[in-house]
C-alpha cells in the first residue's frame, strides 16, 4: 500500500482515487466485494485506521495539517 509521507514524520495512506484503467478499491467494496484481493483489504483497514486516528485522537489544527500536506502531495505527483 502506497503511503504519503507527512513533514512531521508520519504517513498516511494515499486516498483510493481509482484511474480510468481499474475500479478503485470503494468501488469493489460496495459493488463486488468478493473481489477484493487481500492487499486490498489491508489498504481499507488502513484508511479506517486512519480515519478514525484523525476524527477521534487529533487536534483540529493536526488535522488540517495533515489534509492539507496529503492534497499538496497529491497535487505536486498530478503536475509531474
Request: proline share 4%; charged share 25%.
Amino acid at each position: 500500500m502506497s503511503r504519503i509521507n507527512l513533514s512531521d514524520g508520519s504517513t498516511y495512506p494515499r486516498p483510493d482515487l481509482g484511474n480510468d484503467d481499474e475500479v478503485s478499491i470503494e468501488w469493489k467494496l460496495r459493488y463486488a466485494p468478493r473481489t477484493l484481493t487481500r492487499g486490498e483489504q489491508l489498504q481499507i483497514a488502513g484508511i479506517i485506521s486512519a480515519y478514525n486516528y484523525l476524527v477521534l485522537e487529533t487536534t483540529q489544527m493536526k488535522r488540517d495539517l495533515v489534509c492539507g500536506e496529503i492534497r499538496q502531495a497529491l497535487n505536486v505527483e498530478a503536475d509531474q
